[in-house]
């Protein structure tokens, strides 16, 4: 990696936004991009097959934004889509129902530029996360992320993230370089791709990572793919990504193998309280379901479970 700093006005960054039938808050997305403090920003939307009026809100924009048009290949595809025209040395992708503040990209570029010598390549920051129901929690209080200074180096993502997850995609900005290495989104998956994309990353060294909310998330659009997922769907697909990691000549000497048993484990016996919730009749599936949500609360706590170690730059 070339490790010249660089003037972080300087540097260009590519914006992925990928939209499937998401008129009603596509403009949204863009107008938030085209809002932030760093200028040099290219916005790239792949409509992903969109059959609603998408494609049409986006023709005002002219020459700011390139859009390009594609068959339904899901998300992991869009994106892929277009990280292969991206120009920029660094990355950051938006979901089209979601919102940057202003001041996201130009934060995160200068950290990972102050960052450079100590070979960081990915920053995340937290975000404001807005339930369907108008309830409001951030993205790190959710994966129980604490850090004592507002933005500084993350030690051990990977340690947390095999044990956990982390909103990720609208969050993240990363180098070309890093992202070429791990190979970008798996296009097997349209569910928890941005867990297995950010494990991958997570695997490769530390982090940059800033406290503070810089997205706002919108829950309970109907055509999301997560919302629609069931949590037996969730597990499985977890434990799927967790085994492909271990199986991994390149990633299985790097991964905390003891955690990912542990993780494993704990999903196994979610799998099972499922099932029997569903068979179970009503005050049994409640007393199942009180004792699931008991011994997840028990698992991230206990001593042995991972804490978020950073120090600031």
């Not at 960052?115 to 807005?130: E, K, L, S």
């Amino acid at each position: 990696m070339n490790l010249t700093p660089h003037k972080p006005s300087d540097i260009l960054v590519s914006v992925i936004i990928p939209a499937y039938n998401r008129e009603k808050t596509i403009r949204r997305a863009v107008d938030s991009v085209l809002g932030q403090t760093h200028r040099r920003i290219e916005i790239i939307v792949v409509d992903d097959g969109s059959k609603d009026n998408t494609v049409e809100r986006l023709k005002d924009y002219g020459d700011r934004i390139r859009l390009i048009s594609q068959e339904n290949q899901g998300p992991s595809g869009a994106r892929n889509a277009g990280i292969r025209v991206a120009n920029g040395e660094i990355i950051s992708f938006l979901d089209s129902d979601d919102v940057w503040l202003p001041e996201k990209l130009e934060r995160q570029v200068a950290l990972l530029e102050k960052t450079r010598h100590a070979g960081i390549q990915c920053c995340v920051c937290n975000a404001r996360m807005i339930t369907a129901d108008g309830a409001e929690k951030t993205s790190f209080a959710v994966a129980g992320l604490s850090a004592k200074a507002p933005e500084g180096i993350w030690t051990n993502p990977h340690e947390v993230l095999v044990t956990r997850f982390l909103f990720f995609n609208q969050i993240v900005a990363v180098r070309r370089e890093l992202l070429s290495q791990v190979g970008g989104f798996n296009e097997r998956f349209r569910l928890l791709e941005d867990y297995d994309l950010a494990l991958r990353l997570a695997l490769t060294g530390p982090w940059a990572y800033i406290a503070e909310p810089l997205v706002i998330w919108h829950g309970g659009a109907a055509n999301s793919l997560s919302n629609r997922a069931t949590e037996s769907e969730t597990i499985l697909r977890t434990d799927e990504i967790l085994r492909q990691i271990q199986r991994s000549t390149r990633w299985s000497v790097r991964v905390p193998h003891t955690l990912v048993m542990r993780r494993q484990k704990l999903l196994r016996r979610h799998l099972w309280v499922q099932g029997f919730c569903q068979r179970a009749p009503g005050w049994m599936g409640v007393i199942a379901r009180l004792y699931l949500r008991a011994h997840k609360w028990f698992f991230y706590h206990q001593p042995s479970s991972p804490r978020m170690k950073a120090y600031s730059v």
